[in-house]
């Protein structure tokens, strides 16, 4: 059995808030915890239909997650709210929010690359 846990994790700070990641056993690990709201649209442009095309399973430790899909559906999950969302989706974490994603590595760091080619793309010169 294997074990992921913040302590284990690579911490790095984005911005506006935190991620843990650790990848075990094909999956990736993520624990978020954003200070301010994170609006992924811009960073996910790029990706298939503009949208994160990478599955995921998750748990609200605290906060509020929304999913807007590619059919317009929107998913709301809160504290205490366990979660599976399909690819074709655009996420939105408020302030405040800690998160737990747990996601196909392969999957994950396809679209984690787009992400971080976006945000350096962003930055000023």
């Not at 205490?80 to 408020?94: M, N, R, T």
């Amino acid at each position: 059995m294997t074990k992921a846990s913040k302590n284990t994790a690579n911490l790095q700070d984005i911005g506006i808030g935190t991620v843990h990641e650790q990848v075990a056993e094909g999956y990736e690990f993520a624990f978020l915890n954003l200070r301010e709201r994170g609006e992924l649209a811009p960073l996910l442009k790029g990706l298939p239909d503009d949208h994160c095309d990478c599955p995921h399973w998750g748990y609200v430790i605290g906060g509020k997650v929304t999913f807007t899909h590619l059919d317009g559906r929107t998913e709301v999950f809160e504290t205490g709210d366990a979660f599976y969302v399909a690819p074709g989706h655009v996420p939105v974490v408020e302030a405040g929010t800690e998160v737990l994603f747990i996601s196909p590595e392969a999957d994950a760091a396809r679209v984690n690359g787009v992400i971080q080619s976006n945000m350096a793309a962003m930055q000023p010169s």
